[in-house]
């Protein structure tokens, strides 16, 4: 089993950055697929980004592209999101989640954190 909890979440303003980190533990962490998956008030649950393995792999929803990086250092066993010029529509419940494959599919994944609250204001 892999446990994660996330961090980093907060109150920002539009056009700012933000870095999320998660902090997982188990002894598969090495070897699983990571992805950050978000979920906002009224609207469906949304793949943001994930990351494979060993970084080779990495996939983006349309919407974060050239503005979010997910990065990975199992060393640390920790997977990060840096969230470059955000905007109010990011502003959701971002969960870090752990799978056996990358994919765009949330569903996908296996393992959830418990979730960091992120607010971009306007």
């Known amino acids: 089993q892999v446990q ?3 961090s980093g979440g907060g109150l920002v ?4 950055s933000l870095r999320l980190s998660c902090a997982g533990s188990g002894r598969t962490f090495r070897t699983s697929a990571m992805g950050w998956i978000r979920q906002a008030p009224g609207k469906e649950r949304e793949f943001v980004a994930g990351i494979n393995f060993n970084s080779a792999m990495r996939f983006y929803a349309d919407s974060v592209k050239s503005r979010f990086i997910i990065s990975r250092d199992n060393a640390k066993a920790t997977v990060d999101l ?3 010029n955000v905007k109010p529509e990011d502003t959701a ?3 870090c989640a752990a799978g056996d494959v990358v994919v ?3 569903r996908r994944y296996d ?3 418990q979730g960091t ?3 971009v204001s306007s």
């Open 13 to 16: 303003q539009a056009g700012d």
């Open 117 to 119: 609250q992120v607010t």
């Open 93 to 95: 419940v971002y969960y």
């Open 4 to 6: 994660l909890v996330e």
């Open 104 to 106: 765009r599919d949330w």
């Open 82 to 84: 840096q969230m470059n």
């Open 111 to 113: 393992y959830w954190g």
